[in-house]
């Protein structure tokens, strides 16, 4: 039998079952529908398979592997394309199409990336035919870098892969800076004293008095490198530790009123009073006593250096229950306050309003750094709110001690 007739044959059989099965579901039952159905299938597979010629229609050569390679590239979190031997766009994953558009399938390369860098790369893994890595910035709708690779994957197509490097240069960029500004905090100190040296041990040397007033600055310049390294260091520290939550139950109260001693002369000398405003019942923190000794020291000192003579710096600690139980401490000074464009850069490290003003005040731009990271490392949050003209509160949150004991202890 030939081809069409082959065919005809089995429609009929499938046709003929396909209506006993109807007839038997509307007489009978379900074993008779069930038996017709079978044949109705067993012809048509013995149909199929007594002529290979027979088959489901057919699609079109590449589309069975592009929908394979589309199922695959979906799965990847990084924005991926494949692209034909036409650089046209044959798949795209929910990542690049977030990047490029949601139509990108069809496209030409060309017209949807318009990179010149992304072109010449896909050009060179043709030519050559191996996998060509290059950094791309301003891609389609993203303003990221992107780290694209080329790589075939056979029958003259490619996969397009593009890997979000900006976090990662950030981080670089913060480090190189650091090591930038931390150079350059120290060099000015120590291009000072080694000015007075010379000074010293050439004009000014048989000048008694000038010899006392350079030592004097020589000293203070020397004090600033040593306090500068002392950050650094705590600042490493703390780094450190920072995935060690802290355990120990502390009271704060005496943690208060002990920054009130230390800083007892300086605020003695401005004229300034501090009053700290905690209840007696506050419950205890979850927390690193010196590092919480170290955050309200930070805090005070700048509402010392930065609020006006003669004006209150209050310290108070509240007790916070809901939605989680807390302790909040604020330090609250009137002084002449931070401009809102500075608010979200305070807490970089060597980040200043005034760079003159703190440096004559002694200030390395690091204690609001080190405030973070240390209220970071006991999964507080730190608040700094300001107003010009007015003052300025910063304030930090540090978990309730489980059994709310006192903090008296
Ligand atoms: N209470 C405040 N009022 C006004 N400005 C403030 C206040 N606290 C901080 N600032 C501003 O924020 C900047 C950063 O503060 P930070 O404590 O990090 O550094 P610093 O005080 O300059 O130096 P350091 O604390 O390391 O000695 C300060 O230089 C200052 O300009
Ligand atoms: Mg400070």
Redesign the pocket.
Known sequence: MNDSGNRFFAALTAAVGAAFAAVAWWATGEIAVVAAVAVAAAAIVYAIEANPHIKPPELPAAEPAIRADAVSIESLADPALLIDRASAITAANAAARKLVGERAVGEGLAVLLRHPAALDAVRLAREHDTPIEREIAGLGRGEGLYRLRVTGIGNDRLLLLFSDISAARLAERMRVDFVANASHELRTPLATIMGFIETLQGPASEDGPARKRFLEIMAREAGRMT??ID?LLSLSRIELDKYVRPTTPVGLQPLLADVGKTLAMRLDADQRKLTIDADDELPRVIGDRDQILQVLH??V???L???RTGTPITLRAERIDRPQPIIRVS?I?Q????ALE?LPR??E???????S???S???????????KHIVERHRGELG?D?QEGI??T?SFTLPQAENGAMSHN
């Open positions: 306090r500068l950050d930070n805090l000192s700048n509402a250096k930065y609020g330090v000074d002084g002449d306050g931070i500075h305070l807490t490290r060597f980040y200043r309003v005034d760079n003003r703190s440096r005040l002694g200030g390395t731009g690091l204690g609001l750094a080190i405030v700094i300001s003052g300025t910063v």
